[in-house]
């Protein structure tokens, strides 16, 4: 059977020639017109000079026997490409939320080996050879039988491109692996982006302290933080020195720790990071921390993973190892709506006072 298509790849450079000469169509024919703002742009351009993928584009070429004419008629990717070449003319800024470097300038306002980067720049076309447009609406429609629903974070990735969004995926690039050798997110989980979801949550959570785990608070965070999210820079620094410290603490044992759960890496990470820079509306007294503690730090941990593995042993029975009052609160805060906001804390709190009760 005849393959209706094929895949090449054409440049920035080459859309560019193509629209000069009146060869490309792209009006939005064949999807609903969608009107991305100046921040999802941008970070479509951030993304191009980054040198990363962007999903494919569908294009229906056609050629005129007579007069040799040829006409490539965008399918799918209008808005991309719209963005790309209105970029070109100098139609709008790259954001600073998005690039330390280029942030704040237009095209002609780039370094020449950024310009070249951009009319350089690949994009895969799935190229749609005369084809009829009963053909290319089939074409969609079995497309979209395989989609998969879109997860909320997925959905969030979608609608927002400022300054939270921004920072929570350049965190999320950092720490994948971390996350994956540890066992807190499978790759399949990342690839769902699970781990930017919940580095939604930790950031969320430093800088307006404890909160639920819920669809509504992370969705109003993402609308909220667009424009600007308060001190971001000095957040991401604090974030990654207080995932520094957990690994210098648990070294090569968090994979195997009770901790590797996000229930308990979540209280765990506030619980830390309180005792280095505050948690706002935590009240738990802070001390310092020290490299030397460290080794310490890691016992008290410790005897939290020997605690729930021997309630394990117990099938889960508290009552039947007479648990003080403050340790049956606790292994109630992790297993029982432990998304909750009043649950967290207390997790987080009694965390910290483990902590803080070894140091100096």
């Known amino acids: 059977m005849q393959q209706l298509f094929?895949?090449?790849?054409?440049?920035v450079r080459d859309f560019e020639e193509w629209q000069q000469r009146d060869e490309l169509i792209l009006q939005?024919?064949?999807?609903?017109?969608?009107?991305?703002?100046?921040?999802?742009?941008?970070?479509?351009?951030?993304?191009?000079?980054?040198?990363?993928?962007?999903?494919?584009?569908?294009?229906?070429?056609?050629?005129?026997?007579?007069?040799?004419?040829?006409?490539r008629e965008i399918v799918d990717g209008q808005q991309r490409l719209h963005s790309v070449l209105n970029f070109l003319k100098d139609g709008f800024k790259i954001s600073r939320a998005h690039s330390d470097d280029f942030g704040g300038k237009t095209f002609s306002q780039l370094n020449e080996d950024a310009q070249?980067?951009?009319?350089?720049?690949e994009f895969a076309v799935d190229l749609l050879q005369d084809m009829p447009d009963n053909e290319i609406y089939n074409i969609f429609a079995r497309i979209n039988t395989y989609s998969e629903k879109l997860k909320d974070q997925e959905l969030r990735n979608s609608k927002w491109y400022g300054d939270f969004k921004s920072s929570v995926y350049l965190l999320a690039e950092e720490f994948t692996t971390f996350f994956i050798e540890?066992?807190?997110?499978?790759?399949?989980?990342?690839?769902?982006?699970?781990?930017?979801?919940?580095?939604?949550?930790?950031l969320l959570s430093v800088h307006e302290g404890i909160v639920a785990r819920s669809k509504a608070v992370l969705d109003n965070a993402y609308k909220k933080y667009d424009d600007d999210f308060p001190s971001r820079k000095t957040y991401e620094k604090r974030f990654r020195e207080t995932m520094d410290i957990i690994k210098a603490i648990h070294g090569d044992d968090l994979a195997e720790s009770e901790f590797r759960a996000q229930r308990l890496f979540y209280p765990?990470?506030?619980?830390?990071?309180?005792?280095?820079?505050?948690?706002?509306?935590?009240?738990v007294p802070r001390k310092t921390?020290?490299?030397?503690?460290?080794?310490?730090?890691?016992?008290?941990l410790e005897s939290i993973d020997a605690l729930l593995e021997e309630i394990k042993e117990f099938h889960r029975n508290p009552?039947?190892?007479?648990?003080?009052?403050?340790?049956?609160?606790?292994?109630?805060?992790?297993?029982?709506?432990?998304?909750h906001a009043d649950k967290r804390l207390i997790s987080a709190q009694y965390i910290c006072r483990k902590l803080t009760r070894v140091l100096g």
């Open 6 to 11: 094929n895949t090449r790849n054409y440049s």
């Open 28 to 71: 939005p024919k064949f999807q609903r017109r969608e009107v991305w703002s100046e921040k999802a742009r941008s970070y479509l351009i951030d993304t191009i000079i980054r040198g990363k993928p962007i999903p494919k584009i569908y294009m229906r070429q056609d050629v005129n026997p007579k007069t040799r004419r040829v006409v």
């Open 116 to 121: 070249r980067d951009i009319l350089k720049y």
């Open 182 to 202: 540890n066992k807190l997110f499978t790759a399949k989980t990342i690839l769902r982006m699970a781990e930017a979801e919940f580095i939604s949550d930790l």
């Open 268 to 283: 765990m990470f506030c619980s830390i990071y309180h005792l280095k820079f505050g948690l706002p509306n935590f009240t």
């Open 289 to 300: 921390v020290r490299v030397a503690d460290f080794p310490k730090m890691k016992t008290a």
């Open 319 to 339: 009552a039947a190892l007479a648990l003080s009052d403050v340790d049956s609160k606790f292994y109630d805060s992790i297993t029982v709506h432990f998304v």
